[in-house]
């Protein structure tokens, strides 16, 4: 059973930094293409960045120059470091593993950006 687990959240001034990890389980990760997602209250979820198993990078415009995703395939693990925080970046941010015909996500972290 694929379980994907977001954790580093929380409450942040505009301009500061958060980083976000995503603890996978349930699949062979290095095999897996990972990607963050986000959802604003009111507003459908979009893809804030991606990190393919061959480790090529793709980020939404928005996001450019202020995060960067990573990950380590021996802990299992995929982070996203979040600078200059906006308060546009206020959502619950998603955690998304395709392994295979396989999709899935995880439970989400809250991150809130006050001005």
């Known amino acids: 059973q694929v379980q994907l687990v977001e954790s580093g959240g929380g409450l942040v001034q505009a301009g500061g930094s958060l980083r976000l990890s995503c603890a996978a389980s349930g699949i062979i990760f290095r095999f897996a293409d990972m990607g963050w997602y986000r959802q604003a209250p009111g507003k459908q979820r979009e893809l804030v960045a991606t990190l393919t198993r061959s480790g090529n990078t793709n980020y939404a415009d928005s996001v450019k120059g202020r995060f960067t995703i990573s990950r380590d395939n021996a802990k299992n693990a995929m982070y996203l470091q979040m600078n200059s925080l906006k308060p546009e970046d206020t959502a619950l941010y998603y955690c998304?593993?395709?392994?295979?015909?396989?999709?899935?996500w995880g439970q989400g972290t809250q991150v809130t950006v006050s001005s």
């Open positions: 998304k593993a395709d392994f295979g015909s396989l999709t899935s």
